[in-house]
């Protein structure tokens, strides 16, 4: 947000309730990415930082960039790759011609999306508002080592207006068309996939009306599995995973997976709850409101409905509804333009968040 508006930002207690307080180092990565592309002033850019100030210097630029989340600590790192893709994309949208990123550490690492995640649902979503941008995997990164690949093309048409975003109105998913599997097991026995994908075709074969599933050996630094589905509505496609571990046997990692994609099924709204706090931002950015309904209201949605706010871009409302499931509308302010704020010199006023 801070790079889009030109506002300098400060943020202070980063991350106080971890076992790991602080700025980790896909946090860093994400950091100088986003400083990068806007010619930033950072202080407190320093890995396990609990406070940042952020300082844009100018409109996001478009280039081609490399961001290593190994490089932000010694020895590297397996950090996640997507969550700096995450960071960086949006800015990106708003600079002046093709940026291409190179974006290397952890692909499909414990609790942040993986890169089946970010092709098969995020961007989907991004490009039904005119954001287009295109993913590939070059390479698998699993924990512990990481040394994962993720290339990213983004199409920058913001700064003269160019950039036309369309509202999104997502009350329901429709019916389900299919379910997409993608069982995968790097430097590891072709059994391990291969039980993956059978136990998910086991309790998927009567779900989805057209069933996809593919099993694939890959090599990486560090062994690993998992297992990633995509269930394409009418109106929104959705996606589920699980990962593997020493000890976990593969049926139970299918399970977990499928429990994921027959649990929002039942429930009715399109967004499953990761992906309404990721969307959040980009519906505060056009001129038009947008509105949703999410399976369950999660604390990053809170969080990010409030930063939101804070930066005057939008106000935004969630509505808990009996079922647990929750409609948010987003009524971005009529006051800002971002496409004034990014042609537009750094304002001098900030935002504090804690």
């Not at 202080?43 to 280039?63: K, T, Y």
């Not at 009418?234 to 049926?251: I, Y």
């Not at 980009?282 to 209201?297: M, W, Y």
Request: net charge positive.
């Amino acid at each position: 947000m801070s790079a889009i508006t030109g506002r300098a930002c400060r943020i202070v207690r980063i991350r106080a309730g971890r076992a790991k307080p602080g700025l980790q180092p896909q946090h860093l990565a994400a950091v100088r990415a986003a400083a990068t592309l806007c010619n930033a002033d950072v202080h407190g850019g320093e890995l396990g930082s609990d406070a940042l100030r952020f300082r844009p210097n100018g409109a996001p630029r478009a280039g081609e960039y490399v961001f290593d989340v190994a490089e932000a600590r010694l020895g590297g790192s397996a950090g996640a790759a997507t969550l700096v893709l995450q960071t960086a994309a949006l800015p990106a949208f708003f600079a002046e011609g093709i940026s291409v990123f190179r974006i290397r550490g952890g692909t499909h690492v414990p609790r942040s999306p993986p890169f089946d995640y970010i092709a098969d649902a995020w961007c989907p979503l991004l490009k039904i508002m005119n954001l287009q941008i295109g993913v590939e995997l070059t390479r698998f990164g699993f924990y512990p080592a990481g040394g994962g690949e993720i290339v990213a093309r983004i199409e920058g048409r913001g700064r003269d207006g160019g950039l036309q975003l369309r509202p999104v109105t997502l009350i329901e998913k429709g019916a389900l068309r299919s379910v997409k599997v993608r069982a995968v097991g790097a430097n590891l026995p072709d059994h391990v996939p291969r039980r993956m994908a059978e136990r998910a075709r086991t309790l998927l074969q009567d779900v989805a009306p057209r069933l996809e599933i593919r099993e694939e050996l890959a090599s990486a630094r560090s062994a690993g599995a998992g297992i990633f589905l995509c269930a394409a509505y009418d109106q929104v496609s959705c996606a589920f995973s699980a990962l593997g571990a020493r000890g976990k046997p593969s049926e139970v990692v299918a399970e977990e997976a499928v429990a994921q994609l027959l649990r929002h099924r039942s429930c009715g709204a399109p967004l499953e709850s990761h992906l309404a706090d990721q969307i959040l931002l980009q519906l505060a950015l056009p001129n038009v409101p947008s509105s949703f309904t999410t399976e369950d209201v999660t604390s990053h949605l809170q969080t990010n409905a409030w930063v939101i706010e804070q930066f005057g871009l939008a106000r935004i409302a969630v509505e808990t509804r009996g079922d647990g499931t929750a409609v948010v509308k987003v009524n971005p302010s009529t006051r800002f333009s971002v496409g004034r704020a990014v042609a537009g010199c750094v304002r001098g006023d900030g935002v504090t968040s804690s």
